[in-house]
């Protein structure tokens, strides 16, 4: 069972509390046009090992935010799938797993806990009256109470904001595909976009396409993998790409690299856009050698921004890019990643 009414709100952040206690949860004050909201940001896990993985990302581009900007302030529900507004760590290329890193809540000393890490984004989009605030996870509420933490009436909030998927024991029930929770402010002052990715140690980064569970015949990647055939994370890269050609109709070209010091057989290992269409891919790629593959017509790079998905054999992602609208503008370019 899946989250029942996952969805994004876009609000004005106004106040925050740090989180404390035994289930502590870092909580953000927002108001839209009409509502006032509490977004509550898991900061510690109820399983071992308890501190969460994030990443946050400063300079955060991808086509996502084309879509996020033209927003009403509120409560969108989202549809869970590709080519729109939902949030999926594994499936939209959003991050590297590799990047994330394990943080405790609270420790002695400034900047150096994931209260603090996230708090310097909400204090400084608190302190911006252009900046704006999407919370991606599950509501709850109108309540009968006032809110306990912030005491507006009725109360109301978001939650579940981390990756929703991979799941171990009673968690289960949450998982599915394209509802993945997180924070991503926009600065247009600055014109900035800044991603904030949690994740549990606990949940897993392979999973079914369909449920969102664990595969649990694959190995998971330990959190500062080296890939091997067996956990083929980052084994071939996506190098480049050009998605905007003076060729009419346009011959669109990826470019692998193969990473490591083996060859590596590509029969049945296919290229993915957005809305799930493949190219197959054969032979074998030598060690360290790169190869330009032509991707059309199987698969379009939409000059509206995108992303590119890398599958082996297995089915596994093996690596995955994104790029924006403004990035593919200039027909010609070939983009690095």
């Given at each position: 069972?899946?989250?029942?009414?996952?969805?994004?709100?876009?609000?004005?952040?106004?106040?925050?509390?740090?989180?404390?206690?035994?289930?502590?949860?870092?909580?953000?004050?927002?108001?839209?046009?009409?509502?006032?909201?509490?977004?509550?940001?898991?900061?510690?896990?109820?399983?071992?090992?308890?501190?969460?993985?994030?990443?946050?990302?400063?300079?955060?581009?991808?086509?996502l935010?084309?879509?996020?900007?033209?927003?009403?302030?509120?409560?969108?529900?989202?549809?869970?799938?590709?080519?729109?507004?939902?949030?999926?760590?594994?499936?939209?290329?959003?991050?590297?797993?590799?990047?994330?890193?394990?943080?405790?809540?609270?420790?002695?000393?400034?900047?150096?806990?994931?209260?603090?890490?996230?708090?310097?984004?909400?204090?400084?989009?608190?302190?911006?009256?252009?900046?704006?605030l999407?919370?991606?996870?599950?509501?709850?509420?109108?309540?009968?109470?006032?809110?306990?933490?912030?005491g507006?009436?009725p109360?109301?909030?978001?939650?579940?904001?981390?990756?929703?998927?991979?799941?171990?024991?009673?968690?289960?029930?949450?998982?599915?595909?394209?509802?993945?929770?997180?924070?991503?402010?926009?600065?247009?002052?600055?014109?900035?976009?800044?991603?904030?990715?949690?994740?549990?140690?606990?949940?897993?980064?392979?999973?079914?396409?369909?449920?969102?569970?664990?595969?649990?015949?694959?190995?998971?990647?330990?959190?500062?993998?080296?890939?091997?055939?067996?956990?083929?994370?980052?084994?071939?890269?996506?190098?480049?790409?050009?998605?905007?050609?003076?060729?009419?109709?346009?011959?669109?070209?990826?470019?692998?690299?193969?990473t490591?010091?083996q060859?590596?057989?590509?029969?049945?290992?296919?290229?993915?856009?957005?809305?799930?269409?493949?190219?197959?891919?054969?032979?074998?790629?030598?060690?360290?050698?790169p190869?330009?593959?032509?991707?059309?017509?199987?698969?379009?790079?939409?000059?509206?921004?995108?992303?590119?998905?890398?599958?082996?054999?297995?089915?596994?992602?093996?690596?995955?890019?994104?790029?924006?609208?403004?990035?593919?503008?200039?027909?010609?370019?070939?983009?690095?990643?």
């Amino acid at each position: 069972m899946s989250l029942a009414n996952y969805g994004v709100l876009k609000a004005r952040p106004v106040d925050r509390r740090l989180g404390t206690g035994s289930n502590p949860h870092y909580q953000i004050l927002a108001v839209d046009d009409q509502e006032r909201w509490r977004i509550a940001v898991n900061v510690k896990s109820q399983l071992a090992p308890s501190e969460l993985q994030y990443l946050i990302v400063p300079q955060f581009r991808h086509a996502l935010t084309d879509l996020l900007e033209p927003l009403e302030p509120g409560w969108h529900r989202l549809p869970s799938g590709p080519a729109g507004t939902a949030l999926d760590y594994i499936r939209g290329n959003l991050l590297d797993f590799a990047d994330m890193t394990a943080l405790p809540f609270n420790l002695p000393g400034p900047d150096n806990d994931l209260n603090e890490r996230i708090d310097q984004y909400i204090q400084r989009a608190m302190a911006d009256e252009q900046a704006w605030l999407y919370a991606f996870g599950e509501p709850w509420g109108p309540e009968s109470v006032r809110d306990k933490i912030f005491g507006f009436s009725p109360g109301r909030g978001v939650h579940d904001i981390h990756m929703n998927q991979g799941n171990s024991g009673s968690f289960i029930k949450d998982d599915g595909v394209w509802q993945d929770g997180g924070l991503i402010l926009r600065f247009p002052g600055q014109d900035q976009w800044v991603a904030i990715f949690l994740k549990f140690q606990s949940q897993a980064i392979h999973t079914d396409d369909v449920t969102g569970h664990r595969l649990t015949d694959v190995p998971q990647p330990p959190p500062t993998p080296t890939p091997t055939p067996d956990r083929p994370d980052g084994l071939v890269r996506i190098l480049a790409a050009q998605v905007n050609t003076m060729t009419s109709p346009e011959d669109e070209t990826v470019i692998l690299l193969n990473t490591s010091p083996q060859p590596i057989d590509l029969n049945g290992w296919s290229l993915a856009d957005s809305r799930k269409n493949r190219k197959t891919l054969t032979g074998s790629l030598p060690p360290g050698e790169p190869r330009v593959v032509h991707v059309r017509p199987e698969v379009e790079l939409s000059n509206k921004g995108g992303i590119i998905s890398l599958i082996n054999a297995q089915g596994l992602k093996v690596h995955g890019v994104s790029y924006t609208r403004d990035q593919a503008r200039e027909p010609g370019w070939t983009l690095v990643f």
